[in-house]
């Protein structure tokens, strides 16, 4: 009943990374140059896989929807973020920050599973490739990143739901520089146990379950590779799925650290870097990585760029 007469929040503050206005103004150029990277690197990496015909392969199907879905998921945070490095008022309605929530949950679920399949496809094309283009047809392509984003939904779904009926009454300071859900908990008003709950259980479930799928597909290429006798070979099979092992590392040390660790009641300088990681930097260092370790998708790039070049040449030419 206490809680029930306490004047209900309509907007939290986002305290950030830092109150000191000059510092402010620094994150918002690094952070700005961080996002139109993001954006133009896997802008980049969609646009050469669908021009080049090179790459309709299923896994750069899959490298596709990955870069899309980098740009989502940064796009839901950083944003408000470099708003909010230049504002006054640095505030976010309850109903933004739930919505932020979803989307950010929705994209980042999604993107494990988006890994869990492009281990799988790894998987088959190095321990069964007689078989590789008929285990991954297109129908399969599509159903494994259809999966991807249904799961993502659902990981959404069952940790935003209840946080609708929570009652914020304050106090209203957030701080970090999002609405994660560990972040946004510690300031409800009513009894958080059930959500706890249901984040943690779904975490692990979900998580666990993606990470499962990935481990065990490496797990048979690792001993796959190692039956190899020439070294030449060793190195061109781990060399075809090396960037996305590093991926999978930076991402997953990064959430599981962020969502299994008991929130504490105030968000430490770690935490919040933790976050930066996975859900700022990996979206930016992603199509580096896969551009840098891949040969193919290297050439395609300069090839585009060489087309761009040209047909620039040509305009700029009488």
């Avoid at 249901?198 to 998580?207: C, E, P, R």
């Avoid at 370790?293 to 290297?298: I, T, Y």
């Avoid at 300069?302 to 087309?307: A, C, D, F, R």
Wanted: hydrophobic fraction near 50%.
């Amino acid at each position: 009943m206490e809680s029930e007469n306490q004047t209900a929040v309509t907007k939290f503050i986002l305290l950030g990374l830092s109150s000191d206005p000059h510092l402010q103004i620094f994150f918002f150029v690094v952070f700005l140059i961080i996002y139109v990277f993001t954006l133009v690197g896997n802008m980049l990496i969609m646009l050469v896989i669908r021009v080049d015909s090179h790459l309709h392969t299923p896994m750069y199907f899959f490298l596709s929807n990955l870069s899309f879905l980098d740009i989502c998921f940064s796009t839901v945070t950083v944003p408000k973020m470099l708003e909010n490095f230049l504002a006054k008022w640095k505030t976010i309605s309850v109903g933004g920050c739930i919505a932020q929530l979803f989307f950010f949950l929705f994209s980042g679920c999604a993107e494990v599973f988006m890994l869990s399949a492009m281990a799988y496809d790894r998987f088959t094309a190095i321990c069964h490739p007689l078989n590789y283009l008929v285990t991954m047809k297109k129908q399969v392509c599509i159903l494994l990143v259809g999966g991807a984003w249904t799961m993502g939904f659902l990981y959404s779904l069952v940790n935003t739901l209840p946080v609708i009926n929570l009652h914020f009454c304050g106090p209203t300071e957030i701080n970090h520089f999002s609405c994660e859900l560990p972040a946004l908990l510690l300031l409800s008003c009513t009894e958080t146990s059930t959500n706890k709950m249901v984040l943690l259980s779904s975490a692990v479930f979900f998580g666990l379950s993606s990470f499962l799928l990935t481990l065990v597909s490496y797990i048979h290429i690792i001993f796959t590779i190692l039956k190899i006798r020439s070294m030449e070979g060793r190195h061109k099979m781990f060399s075809t799925c090396s960037s996305h092992l590093i991926v999978v590392v930076l991402f997953y040390l990064a959430a599981f650290f962020r969502y299994l660790k008991p929130t504490s009641k105030m968000s430490s300088d770690l935490e919040r870097l933790i976050s930066i990681q996975y859900s700022i930097l990996t979206p930016m260092l992603n199509p580096i990585i896969y551009t840098l370790k891949n040969k193919e998708v290297k050439t395609a790039a300069w090839k585009l760029l060489g087309k761009v070049s040209t047909f620039s040449d040509n305009v700029k030419t009488p």
